[in-house]
């Protein structure tokens, strides 16, 4: 693989339920991001890592939570969904050799909560 | 408040030029993003300015002014492949990007 890939790309879910949302890059990227994008607003950021090992909350960290485990992981748990959280939710990295590096983007996962 | 304010929608047709503003308002400054996203698609980086003045890369080029807490995209020659959304975002003190809402570009030939 090459650049960031996540996992499903769509899911529609029972409100309750608990969801991981999988995001994998492959090109050593230091820091790794969560957003959610809904229509009308602008991208909004959940959670981020800086580095392997570490964690931090976002503009609208509540109902989420990451871990980050190795530098090629970074997956997005909702511990019991709820319809607000339906969205669609991209997954970037950066290098982070500096704090402005240009953020790439994985293709997105479309989640339905009913 | 942080704050980036953006047109919804513009349209041009083929072969003109537009040009896409974007204000913004953000806890400290650590230079102003612009991302294309095409519809059910990733953003992906266009462009990032973090000194005053105009940056040039082929058909598109990239504004700031620092003063004004302004930044536009010009885009020449255009084509029918760029329809899509224009993201401006803000890097607050924080290194955390404050997004835009988007402009939705329709490209008439």
């Not at chain 1, 996992?7 to 990227?29: F, N, V, Y």
């Not at chain 2, 266009?46 to 000194?51: A, D, M, P």
């Not at chain 2, 504004?63 to 890097?91: I, T, V």
């Amino acid at each position: 693989i090459a650049g960031i890939t996540q996992a499903p790309t769509s899911q529609i879910l029972a409100a309750g339920r608990r969801m991981t949302l999988r995001c994998t890059q492959d090109m050593r990227h230091n820091a790794m991001y969560w957003y959610r994008q809904d229509l009308g607003l602008g991208l909004r950021l959940i959670h981020y890592s800086n580095t392997a090992g570490t964690t931090g909350k976002g503009e609208v960290p509540d109902g989420y939570s990451v871990s980050r485990a190795n530098t090629d992981d970074f997956p997005l748990t909702l511990a019991s969904a709820v319809p607000s959280q339906t969205s669609v939710y991209f997954c970037a990295s950066a290098t982070g050799t500096s704090g402005t590096d240009t953020q790439y983007f994985g293709p997105g996962t479309r989640l339905t909560v009913l | 408040g942080q704050n980036i304010d953006q047109p919804t929608e513009m349209t041009a047709t083929e072969g003109a030029i537009v040009q896409i503003n974007c204000t913004y308002q953000t806890s400290g400054f650590n230079g102003l993003f612009w991302y294309q996203q095409h519809a059910g698609e990733a953003p992906t980086f266009l462009s990032y300015n973090v000194l005053d003045g105009l940056e040039e890369k082929g058909r598109f080029s990239s504004f700031l002014s620092r003063s004004k807490g302004y930044s536009y995209l010009l885009l020449k020659e255009l084509q029918m492949k760029d329809s899509a959304s224009y993201l401006c975002a803000s890097m607050d003190s924080n290194y955390q990007l404050i997004w835009g809402a988007g402009t939705k570009l329709i490209i008439k030939p």
